[in-house]
Each structure stands twice: as C-alpha cells, then as structure tokens.
Nanobody, 127 residues
Framework: QVQLVESGGGSVQTGGSLRLSCTAS??????????LTWFRQAPGKEREGVAS???????YYLGSVRDRFTFSQDNAKNTVYLQMTNLELDDTAMYYC???????????????????WGQGTQVTVSS
C-alpha cells in the first residue's frame, strides 16, 4: 500500500510557472516497485496523462506540454515533481499523481492501469 500526497498547485497568470510535488509513503519494501505518472483532469474533460518516467529512463509527456513541463524525481525523498513553465489557459485542471505496482514502468497514460491516486492539487491559469 502506498499513499500519495500532491502539493504545489495554485493560481497563476499565463506564462507563469508552478512546481508540483507528489510524495509517496507507505510500503517501502524493495519487493515492490511503483511507477509514477502525473495526470490532470479539467472540468467536463476526461482524465489525461501528463508526464511519466519509464524504467529505461525515458520520460513521456502529453504532446501539448512536452516543451513546457518537466518530470523529475528525488528518490531519497520518495518524491516526484512536475515543473510547469509557460503555463497556458488550457493547463487549468486538477493535477493528480498516480502509482502503479509493476516490475517495469512503461510510462503509459492509461488511468485504469494505476492502483493508487493522490487527492489532487488544483492548477488554475488565468489571463
């Protein structure tokens, strides 16, 4: 079992930046490995994958954020981050981190593949 807590959301103007954090706690047994992905969901929209890190070291991004967002992690702190720059109005959404128990992370963006979810942190971008 793992618990995920996101933070760092807020209200910014277009062009601004935010850094989201997701800290995991719970089972740290080395037999378990969690794949972490950032998702977001805007009102009236489906949940979509935003950024993910695969076991091979590759990062994967939603096309519309690829050149503006950066996924990173601090293993010592059991924390992953989403650095968001040059924010746009369409970035407004509730942002979630999610964890999938797996032996190999592929960076998939399918919500049904993830077992644990944080409570979300709201990002609001305005003109």
């Amino acid at each position: 079992q793992v618990q995920l807590v996101e933070s760092g959301g807020g209200s910014v103007q277009t062009g601004g930046s935010l850094r989201l954090s997701c800290t995991a706690s719970g089972n740290t047994d080395s037999r378990y490995h969690y794949c972490l992905t950032w998702f977001r969901q805007a009102p009236g929209k489906e949940r979509e994958g935003v950024a993910s890190l695969a076991t091979d070291g590759n990062t994967y991004y939603l096309g519309s954020v690829r050149d503006r967002f950066t996924f990173s992690q601090d293993n010592a702190k059991n924390t992953v981050y989403l650095q968001m720059t040059n924010l746009e109005l369409d970035d407004t959404a509730m942002y979630y981190c999610a964890a999938a128990l797996a032996t190999w992370c592929t960076g998939n963006f399918m919500p049904d593949r993830y077992d644990f979810w944080g409570q979300g942190t709201q990002v609001t971008v305005s003109s």
